[in-house]
């Protein structure tokens, strides 16, 4: 399964960016998807996911109410909506895929990474 993600950028706080990931060369319905991110100096953090099996969603405290994950199976791609961006939410951003039923993991599948910054 290979990864790209995109939609990273350049954001004022209190701003919104979507993150989109799109899947090739795997069922993208039987996985379950993540999204993670690591900021410079920091250990990567979980920080949403939605499980295969279920679609339950499940989110990071810092992160809930402010982000929503989605998946659309028939193009193959999972989105990160993200509004009220803080400057701590600065970070590279990785989609990953798995079938795990965990919502952090394990994953066999990692993307690039996509930066967000937000500008205080």
């Known amino acids: 399964v290979q990864l790209q993600a995109s939609g990273g950028g350049l954001v004022q706080a209190g701003g919104s960016l979507r993150l989109s990931c799109a899947a090739s060369?795997?069922?993208?319905?039987?996985?379950?998807m993540g999204w993670f991110r690591q900021a410079p100096g920091k250990e990567r953090e979980f920080v949403a996911a939605?499980?295969?099996?279920?679609?339950?969603?499940y989110y990071a405290d810092s992160v809930k109410g402010r982000f929503t994950i989605s998946r659309d199976n028939a193009k193959n791609t999972v989105y990160l909506q993200m509004n009220s961006l803080k400057p701590e939410d600065t970070a590279k951003y990785y989609c990953?895929?798995?079938?795990?039923?965990?919502?952090?993991?394990?994953?066999?599948?990692w993307g690039q990474g996509t930066q967000v910054t937000v500008s205080s």
């Open positions: 060369g795997g069922t993208f319905s039987s996985y379950s």
């Open positions: 990953a895929a798995g079938r795990n039923n965990w919502s952090r993991g394990p994953y066999d599948y």
């Open positions: 939605v499980l295969w099996s279920s679609y339950r969603t």
